[in-house]
Nanobody, 121 residues
Framework: VQLQASGGGLVQTGGSLRLSCAASERTFSSMGWFRQAPGKEREFVSA????????VYADSVKGRFTISRDNAENTVYLQMSSLKPEDTAVYYCAARPYGRLSRTPGVYDYWGQGTLVTVSS
């Protein structure tokens, strides 16, 4: 199983970006986005289930980021708006075959390679 993250780039404060995570197959109960800024630990951003409308967000991104999925394409998106310099990080997508939505990186079995988001002030 492979996850391919894309869509990162350089954007000004207040701008928008959409990240994509394409899975080689759909055998997951949920997928999530995490990010890691230089010198900091990896932190949870958002997660979505493959069935239904369940989604969760970190407080720091709630109201600015939206996670969605395309079941036909086995792809999860993260629409990021009103970006701030503190959103600068490498963003990783992750997937877990079983279990509920989780904010804990350790429960995810599969990880993408990461895509860099840089927000300039």
């Amino acid at each position: 199983v492979q996850l391919q993250a894309s869509g990162g780039g350089l954007v000004q404060t207040g701008g928008s970006l959409r990240l994509s995570c394409a899975a080689s197959e759909r055998t997951f109960s949920s997928m999530g986005w995490f990010r890691q800024a230089p010198g900091k630990e990896r932190e949870f951003v958002s997660a979505i289930g493959w069935i239904g409308d369940s989604a969760v967000y970190a407080d720091s991104v709630k109201g600015r980021f939206t996670i969605s999925r395309d079941n036909a394409e086995n792809t999860v998106y993260l629409q990021m708006s009103s970006l701030k310099p503190e959103d600068t990080a490498v963003y990783y997508c992750a997937a877990r075959p079983y279990g509920r939505l989780s904010r804990t990186p350790g429960v995810y079995d599969y990880w993408g390679q990461g895509t860099l988001v840089t927000v300039s002030s």
